[in-house]
T-cell receptor, first 114, second 111 residues
Framework: DAGVTQSPTHLIKTRGQQVTLRCSPK?????VSWYQQALGQGPQFIFQ???????QRGNFPDRFSGHQFPNYSSELNVNALLLGDSALYLC?????????????FGPGTRLTVT | GENVEQHPSTLSVQEGDSAVIKCTYS??????FPWYKQELGKRPQLIID?????GEKKDQRIAVTLNKTAKHFSLHITETQPEDSAVYFC??????????FGTGTSLTVIP
């Protein structure tokens, strides 16, 4: 039973560039949430996707956008990268929107913006 | 929105002693409180959770208590072992969709 997977594991980008991160949920899960974890901080909720639509959004600018595909996998896109976007980006999957609260996290993508 | 505060930020205990980490939350609508363990360079892993209709939950050496009136919940680890060393995060959610995390507690168990 495959857990949550994310790609790539590490990424280095330059200020102003755009980046796409990918996530495949745990088998049987249909809901994907994205979090940003700055060094030494707790994860901060970016948004959640269910049935290919963004259902909830945290306090992040429009530069952060996403997508969910019919197979439940998801992408996180960040435009016009800033140095402050450097962080570990975590994807978490769960079953149903608000039905089963338990979230499973992926290993994360470490993004460094120079 | 919800605000979750977590204390202490660092905690050192001798092997075999108990460790307690405390969190407070602000939104009385929050009804689900998970705890995650994150080892260096690894993903957060759920270790225990509690819902608002329960005051205490135990799983072997780990327990969580919830005081809804005071809006605080705590993680208790007994008989600590070196492999318990990690960063622990508390979280709160009212919908199961959006989770608010504390800032983490770095626990070191000294052999």
């Amino acid at each position: 039973d495959a857990g949550v997977t994310q790609s790539p594991t590490h990424l280095i980008k330059t200020r102003g560039q755009q980046v796409t991160l990918r996530c495949s949920p745990k088998s049987g899960h249909d809901t994907v949430s994205w979090y940003q974890q700055a060094l030494g901080q707790g994860p901060q909720f970016i948004f959640q996707y269910y049935e290919e639509e963004e259902r909830q959004r945290g306090n992040f600018p429009d530069r952060f956008s996403g997508h969910q595909f019919p197979n439940y996998s998801s992408e996180l896109n960040v435009n016009a990268l800033l140095l402050g976007d450097s962080a570990l980006y975590l994807c978490a999957s769960s079953l149903g929107q608000g039905l089963n609260y338990e979230q499973y996290f992926g290993p994360g993508t470490r993004l460094t913006v120079t | 929105g919800e605000n979750v505060e977590q204390h202490p930020s660092t905690l050192s205990v001798q092997e075999g002693d108990s460790a307690v980490i405390k969190c407070t939350y602000s939104d009385s609508a929050s009804n689900y409180f998970p705890w995650y363990k994150q080892e260096l360079g690894k993903r957060p892993q759920l270790i225990i959770d509690i819902r608002s209709n329960v005051g205490e939950k135990k799983d072997q050496r780990i327990a969580v208590t919830l005081n809804k009136t005071a809006k605080h919940f705590s993680l208790h680890i007994t008989e600590t072992q070196p492999e318990d060393s990690a960063v622990y995060f508390c979280a709160a959610s009212s919908t199961g969709n959006q989770f608010y995390f504390g800032t983490g507690t770095s626990l070191t168990v000294i052999p």
